[in-house]
T-cell receptor, first 112, second 113 residues
Framework: AQSVTQLGSHVSVSEGALVLLRCNYS??????LFWYVQYPNQGLQLLLK??????LVKGINGFEAEFKKSETSFHLTKPSAHMSDAAEYFC??????????FGTGTSLTVIP | DVKVTQSSRYLVKRTGEKVFLECVQD?????MFWYRQDPGLGLRLIYF???????EKGDIPEGYSVSREKKERFSLILESASTNQTSMYLC????????????FGSGTRLTVV
């Protein structure tokens, strides 16, 4: 069975501060891992993904995430938060690449 | 630019009505999915389809049905809408076991009164 846990349903950071959104997964086989972002009243957009190869992956808007198999984690980071980063972020896992399982989301607030 | 298009952004329907939510993708994707999104619950899978005329139940199929008569179109049907089906509905598609992830539509916010 696959599942995703996102620690912290709400995260607040100051503008310019480090963003760290946590994601842990359970999977019986090496997974595909994804981060999506959702702006208000919109669908989800792909931020970045891990499939194979390099465990540190870079995405759009300066975000990156590191796949750590030993910790079953795929935390999302950005060195310096911008006001435009305020959104909801979802971590997702898939064993097959067909169907994905999503976490419950983390709402990011950026304080000016 | 590839797209998943959901026919309505906002819908208001009455209890007991039959509701159709339409989703069309222009990427020739094999797989299509319907999710509902509720605060604190994340995305929950309602139904999915890996091929034309094929459908599989997701985690919360009760009260819903789907139709996929053509590869590009996947319809979600609320047979008799109820207030607990008020939610954001998201359609997604992907190529299959390629690891490319989903492409999502913009969502339909349905309110049942």
């Amino acid at each position: 069975a696959q599942s995703v846990t996102q620690l912290g349903s709400h995260v607040s950071v100051s503008e310019g501060a480090l963003v760290l959104l946590r994601c842990n997964y359970s999977s019986s086989v090496p997974p595909y891992l994804f981060w999506y972002v959702q702006y208000p009243n919109q669908g989800l957009q792909l931020l970045l993904k891990y499939t194979t190869g390099a465990t540190l992956v870079k995405g759009i808007n300066g975000f990156e995430a590191e796949f750590k198999k030993s910790e079953t984690s795929f935390h999302l980071t950005k060195p310096s938060a911008h006001m435009s980063d305020a959104a909801e972020y979802f971590c997702a896992v898939s064993n097959t690449g067909n169907q994905f399982y999503f976490g419950t989301g983390t709402s990011l607030t950026v304080i000016p | 630019d590839v797209k998943v298009t959901q026919s309505s952004r906002y819908l208001v329907k009455r209890t007991g009505e039959k509701v159709f939510l339409e989703c069309v993708q222009d990427m020739d994707h094999e797989n299509m999915f319907w999710y509902r999104q509720d605060p604190g619950l994340g995305l929950r899978l309602i139904y999915f389809s890996y091929d034309v005329k094929m459908k599989e139940k997701g985690d919360i199929p009760e009260g819903y049905s789907v139709s996929r008569e053509k590869k590009e179109r996947f319809s979600l049907i609320l047979e008799s809408a109820s207030t607990n089906q008020t939610s954001m509905y998201l359609c997604a598609s992907n190529e299959g076991a390629t690891g490319y992830g989903y492409t999502f539509g913009s969502g339909t916010r349905l309110t049942v009164v």
